[in-house]
């Protein structure tokens, strides 16, 4: 048998023998920095209730198209940057009335689907604005038909790159993001009213709007296509804004908001009139301001 000072030394190479094994296992050696070192991971960069400018991208609706007069852009009372006291524009509520000219800018375009995303950000981004709103898909899911709608691959390929050229132009730049209306709400406020119909023949949202008054399966089932689509859309935004610690998603509040007729163009009962775009605006500022992101 060994002798008792030989068992003490025995032990004792034992236990250096772990805490050294220990230590390899965990990654900590007593010359490491402490937790939240220069090792921890640096905190996100937090997001401004108050940024000093604001470009906007998108489409028609940002353009403020049919809100003033038929099949015409009128971009001064765009929800975004516009200048009309009625809307008290986002950028209105942001910078001030009279700071709106000379920090604000409006870079939709009419017609504008996902693929344009990226030269319309590269615009806005020489400007290094404090906030870029974006707010694009309706002109994806409003096609002549319902299979010319954009792929959801392909709309978030398109998304996820204009995010990532904008971040390499602008790293500072924070991006608010709105959700896609409910097209098919917008279509149910306009469907009964003769004229709104004879507009909609122009070719306004033919996957949507084409027979308006039909209750057939084909029709219906055309209508829900449309709607799950921008329902994707929507998922999709909401995914690919949250890789991203400067981007803000509206939390589906426009896709949600209830518009009536009071809110629609005369001219079409489809995109938004003065009062809409006014509502996309406090929309827009109650998210932008907000102390969080919307749940």
Avoid at 75 to 99: H, I, K, M, N, Y
């Amino acid at each position: 048998m060994r002798s008792t000072a030989a068992r003490r030394r025995a032990l004792r190479s034992a236990g250096v023998a772990a805490a050294v094994l220990a230590a390899t296992v965990t990654g900590c050696d007593s010359g490491g920095p402490p937790a939240g070192g220069e090792r921890g991971a640096q905190a996100a960069p937090r997001w401004n209730t108050a940024p000093a400018s604001v470009a906007a991208v998108g489409d028609s609706i940002t353009r403020g198209f049919d809100a003033c007069s038929v099949l015409a852009d009128c971009p001064e009372v765009s929800w975004a940057t516009g200048s009309d006291p009625a809307v008290r524009s986002l950028a209105a509520r942001l910078l001030g009335d009279a700071e709106v000219p000379a920090r604000s800018w409006n870079y939709a375009v009419t017609g504008s689907r996902m693929a344009d995303l990226p030269g319309q950000l590269a615009l806005a981004a020489r400007h290094k604005p404090g906030l870029v709103t974006v707010m694009v898909g309706s002109n994806d899911a409003c096609r002549p038909t319902v299979s010319s709608m954009t792929p959801v691959a392909e709309f978030r390929a398109g998304f996820e790159r204009a995010l990532k050229e904008l971040r390499s132009a602008s790293p500072d730049s924070q991006v608010y993001v709105s959700s896609v209306p409910d097209l098919q709400r917008l279509w149910e406020q306009g469907k009964d009213i003769p004229v709104v119909r004879q507009v909609w023949k122009l070719g306004i949202c033919q996957s949507m709007l084409a027979d308006p008054l039909s209750g057939e399966a084909v029709a219906t089932a055309r209508r829900e296509k449309v709607r799950a689509r921008v329902v994707e859309y929507n998922e999709v935004l909401r995914e690919v804004c949250a890789t991203d610690a400067l981007c803000r998603y509206d939390g589906g509040a426009v896709f949600q908001y209830p518009f009536g007729a009071d809110q629609l163009s005369r001219w079409d009962w489809f995109h938004p009139g003065r009062d809409g775009q006014a509502r996309l605006a406090e929309l827009a500022h109650r998210q932008v301001t907000a102390a969080a992101p919307p749940r």
